[in-house]
């Protein structure tokens, strides 16, 4: 019957879809240089698409496997097969912590130069203010990076509501009373030290939920203007040596 080969023939093609990889192509994640223009972050690639590139070219392409840099002049493949996908990374990543603090052995992640970087895309770090992504209904904790002293920070908000996070000796991580202070999108909050010393203004972006792969995961950090963590996954994602 043509209806029986028809829901067979949509199911092969869904089944098609499904194993041809978690995405269908890759995306610009940074870009600099006389071609920046051409390929600004958010751009989609396709798999099967050449880059060309021009002499002080560089961009940062970003797919299931991970991170790619391409600096020209030259052209590239958008799809450079014999990578390893970065599916454990890219899971560790962004899990979301049901404890109420985690220590400094389960929270170091090293970046570029051996600098430490925040192993979790959902921590807020302190030290760089700007736009913060969280998912809806998701817990909020704030990161610092240098664990060596006790620290006590002030959460405020636009209207002076005020809630602190206490961070013990080898703790990076504190977790914010939302209760108190409630995650709005689009709203300011100030970090502060218990000196007063403010970090900078803060804000959330809530997103509905939490994008199941790379790709979407940029995209959505992109479009909400989440550089800090735009940043913080190309680099996480980035193959070892690189």
Known sequence: MSWVKSIVASAASAVAL?????????IVVASSGPSASQFPAGKKIDDSQSITLRAGDT???????GTRVLRGAGTFKANETGRAAQSSTFAALTRQRASQRVRTGAVRNAGPAGTVMSPNLWFI???KPG?????????IRLWRADDAKPATYT???????ASTVSFDVGSMVGALD???????????????TSAGEAFGRFSFAVLPAQPANP???ASALIDKGCSAQV????????PQGN
Do not use: F, R, W
Not at 18 to 26: D, R
Not at 178 to 192: E, F, H, Q
Not at 231 to 238: K, N, P, R
């Open 18 to 26: 499904g194993t041809s990889g978690v995405a269908l192509g890759a």
């Open 59 to 65: 961009i940062t392409i970003l797919d299931h496997q």
């Open 125 to 127: 770090d302190i030290s």
């Open 131 to 139: 736009i913060k992504c969280v998912v809806d209904g998701a817990p």
């Open 155 to 161: 959460v405020s908000t636009a209207g002076g509501v």
């Open 178 to 192: 939302t209760s108190n202070t409630p995650v709005a999108d689009g709203a300011a909050y100030t970090i502060a």
């Open 215 to 217: 790709e979407d995961m």
């Open 231 to 238: 940043d913080l996954l190309a680099a996480s994602l980035a």
